[in-house]
């Protein structure tokens, strides 16, 4: 493959404090989708390669890098670190619109194929110029250049992360784990396959192993004679330090956690600081290079996260990492998506950036952490006074932000938090920069159209299909380039308001539907006590001590059970039945509150109004709402023109969505599911 070196003139006597990537190493530079052309925008290319990092450990832009200063370092006295990256870009540069998205991935994964745009052999960041075909092209057509780097540690070695040096240092860390995730004998639980560290040697007779009722509780120890570390597999790889064995099988629903000393600590937090200087190295030529040689591509940089990636766009403007190593701002916009109010286990000794909450059995980490809310708000306790945006305001480099959330961010992302707050008892106010958009009735985890025809086969109800969060982010994307580089202001936030469409579970009015149960809260969410040591070194004091519960509110629904408060898109606005954010299943781990939060539930209506009778379903049926397929699908012309009208939607998706509309009522209305059916568990 070509490969091309960015030129390095100047570099020595340049303060890497001020330029932390060093080179940028182009490894292959291909036609994207086989030189396919996109309207006026014209034909696009796609370059991956490796960005080579090094910066000074006593430097302002490494001081919020926990445990950087125990790193190793070269004959400069610098760390030095790398990772990949991938970008797809109009040929010419002046074709397109002169902005550059810059996802934060998920796990290594991309999350804008799905959402933006749409291949039919998805894109895989490791092996990018393999797509063939788009379903969708909507972004291209749009002129945007993307952007990916890597940013996560101890992913495998054909995952797209960032390789990070080690630090010589060690002290508690903690795993837990439940039965199911043990090895079949439910005797061994391997913590590197788990995502968890090794301990640092396999003795460890201070080890602590406790069994838990809930979350919150203190656990009952496990006698220390009960079990032991020792290798998960035999043979020439398997280390006696990176898991544990029960002397007799755990019972099926058990709850563990175990602390010990781990091992030597990779430096985590260097991937906000990759994030952060790939960035700014695509805004500034002060290291020249392939990927910003041409000034059309970023006259606006903007930042996407979905989920994973949402939450460490949090943190990233929480620590400070949006101003670069000049004092200039980074990311000039931002579309922190499905978020909610949590940040992440980024940047502390023994990171763990793939823990997301006690919603999905992430017991008591540093993810869901105060403050919450853009503005500052004393936490539950009546300490401090801190906003999510404080470290941005003093510098003068906040982002424009659009915060896109889901149903699923109220019920299981604690997402009321960025409003009222952390007694839940007021509202509190948004960032002057930021807007919040509520997409009713939209899942977490977004499922391709058809897929709410089939009921999972450990939930209660189908699965929620609803897409219009999805439908709608090309639109929200525009709304925000147009912010930052014309200044013309995105609609107005969309949100339940505090006290009135937003109100504890209990208070929801969800309608009396045969056999369905809906939950009487979200899964709870505590104030946690990480030590003394957290805020200063990074350092997490294991078990960490729990505080007060937050209060947790979530969006009242309409005699459908539908949510309301949010925007309405095409699916919400022309329902073929209740769409929710809970659903049960895994009926062993409810004691924590577990309600399958991200995945949710489709209720359909009743497809005749005889049928509605027959199930005694208060719903209107389908037939009663919108007679035939020609009334249903006039429906939803004059939401999507509504839509368009309102900034949510844009008018060359107009078309596609009244087809996939189409194929949805033809779906439901051949839906192998009935009220009374299936019982909930």
Known sequence: MLKYVALLAGILATPLARAEVVSIEVVSRQPWVNGETFGRVGAYEVLQGVVHYAIDPRSAAARDVADIRHAPRNARGLVEYSGPFVMIRPVNAARGNHTTLVEASNRGRTEMDGLFFETEDGLDLMSPDKVEKLADPTLFKLG???????????????????????????????????????????????????????????????????????FDDQGTMVPRDAWHFGAASSGATADARCSITLNTPAAKDAYFSLVYEGENAPVMGLGQAAFRDFAAHLKNREVPSELNSRADDAAAVLAYGYSQGGRFLRDFVYRGFNTDANGQRVFDGMLITTAGAGRGSFNHRYALPGEAGSSVMSNLRAVDLYPFADTPTPDIDGTGHAGLLDRAVHDNTVPKIMYIISSSEYWARNASLLQTTTDGSQPVALGA?????????????????????????????????????????????????????????????????????????????????????????????????????????????????????????????????????????????????????WNWKSPELTRFGYISGLNGAFIPFARTRAERVAANDPRLSIEERYGTRDGFMKAVAAAIDNAIEKRFLLAMQREDIQTKMGRNWDEVMVLDWYLGKRETK
Not at 542 to 556: S, W
Request: proline share 8%; net charge negative; charged share 20%.
């Open 144 to 214: 945007y250049s993307l952007a990916w780097v890597g940013w996560q540690a101890r992913l495998d070695a054909d995952q797209f992360g960032l390789q990070v040096p080690v630090a010589r240092v060690h002290s508690a860390v903690r795993a837990t784990f439940a039965a199911d995730e043990m090895a079949d004998d439910q005797k061994t639980f391997d913590l590197t396959a788990n995502g968890f560290y090794c301990a640092y040697d396999a003795k460890q007779a201070k080890a602590v192993l406790r069994l838990h009722e809930s």
């Open 433 to 581: 920069d930021s807007r919040l958009y509520f997409f009713a009735g939209v899942p977490h985890a977004l499922r391709t159209s058809g897929s709410f025809t089939k009921t999972g086969k450990e939930a209660a109800y189908p699965y929620n299909a609803n897409v219009d969060l999805a439908d709608g982010m090309n639109a929200q994307l525009e709304n925000l380039r147009v912010w930052t580089l014309d200044g013309r202001a995105p609609p107005p936030s969309i949100a339940p308001v505090p006290g009135t469409t937003l109100v504890e579970a209990t208070q929801i009015g969800f309608p009396t539907i045969p056999s369905i149960r809906a939950p009487t809260s979200p899964p709870p969410l505590w104030q946690i006590q990480l030590g003394a040591d957290y805020a200063r070194k990074g350092i997490i004091s294991e078990p960490v001590r729990v505080g007060r519960e937050y209060p947790l509110l979530v969006p009242a629904v309409d005699s459908d059970g539908n949510e309301l408060g949010g925007w309405r898109g095409a699916m919400s606005s022309v329902p073929l039945g209740t769409f929710t954010a």
